[in-house]
């Protein structure tokens, strides 16, 4: 424990960091568009186009955290169920786990308290009411269902991306699409938050618990589901890192833990040793 800390702090900041950025840009981007006051909501009259825009918004700053020289270090995971994932894929080790989803968070209930210093009475309001996460009206089965649904489609888009050499540049930008997608689309059902981090964010200080225990089951249930699916697959791939994005000249602590790239970067594009076990792997499975 001891070791981990002092050696990968750096990453746990910027995993807290991470969520926290995005807790920001979903408050302040909600009361942007959805408080009456507001005047960008004044000037659009459609509820479905501010919707729209709040979707496009997040995934933007989704794809922005993914490539952000914090996350292409601490692999921008900033959600529980995707750490949880990868530990039980083998490749974060146990007490990196534990601080990345302790990080993760106070790092989001850190980003809405900003907002709130921000946004001040407009927080409160209704139609903000800091971002929270709740069931739709559809009820809580379904919002159960839809979480399960969106969570299960993101963790296989990431793993059959990121470890895939003509592919893995992207994989932050298919995160980043799904999440715009899922905000507009699944939003209704559910809230979309795929992050049992992200939802307590918004339900601590708002107090506003409904249906929490969905969005700390269905999402790590849903992604631990489709690491099982890619394992077990005809073809299976190997899982070579937890990082979203690999092609950076961050050090990777990941594969660090696995004897990978020794601490210094994690680039399964541009490194000839991975990539050509990749290759390998691929070739021979199809032969």
Request: charged content about 15%; glycine content about 8%; hydrophobic content about 50%.
């Amino acid at each position: 424990m001891r070791q981990a800390l002092a050696s990968h702090w750096p990453e746990y900041l910027m995993e807290a960091a991470e969520l926290g950025i995005f807790m920001i840009s979903a408050c302040l981007f909600t009361a942007l568009l959805e408080y009456p006051a507001s005047p960008v909501r004044q000037a659009i009259a459609e509820p479905l186009v501010c919707h729209t825009l709040i979707g496009l918004a997040m995934g933007l700053t989704a794809i922005g955290i993914i490539y952000s020289p914090w996350g292409k270090q601490s692999g921008a995971h900033f959600n529980p169920a995707v750490t949880l994932t990868f530990w039980r894929l083998g490749k974060v080790a146990s007490w990196d786990s534990v601080f990345y989803i302790v990080a993760q968070f106070a790092g989001g209930v850190a980003g809405v308290e900003l907002s709130a210093l921000v946004l001040g009475a407009v927080i409160e309001d209704t139609t903000v009411n800091y971002a929270v996460t709740v069931p739709g009206a559809e009820g809580r089965s379904v919002a159960f269902l839809a979480e399960f649904v969106i969570s299960f489609g993101i963790m296989t888009v990431i793993l059959g991306a990121s470890n895939r050499p003509s592919l893995a540049r992207l994989t932050g930008v298919f995160a980043g699409v799904l999440v715009a997608v899922y905000i507009i689309v699944e939003g209704p059902l559910s809230g979309m938050s795929m992050n049992p981090a992200r939802t307590f964010g918004s339900a601590l200080p708002a107090q506003v618990w409904t249906g929490f225990w969905i969005y700390c089951t269905a999402p790590v249930l849903a992604m631990l589901a489709a690491a099982r699916v890619y394992q077990r697959a005809k073809r299976p791939r190997k899982v070579f890192c937890a990082k979203l994005h690999h092609n950076n000249d961050k050090r990777c602590i990941f594969c660090e833990y696995h004897g990978g790239a020794g601490g210094d970067a994690c680039d399964v594009a541009s490194q000839p040793d991975v990539t050509q076990t990749l290759n390998k792997t691929i070739h021979l499975q199809r032969t």
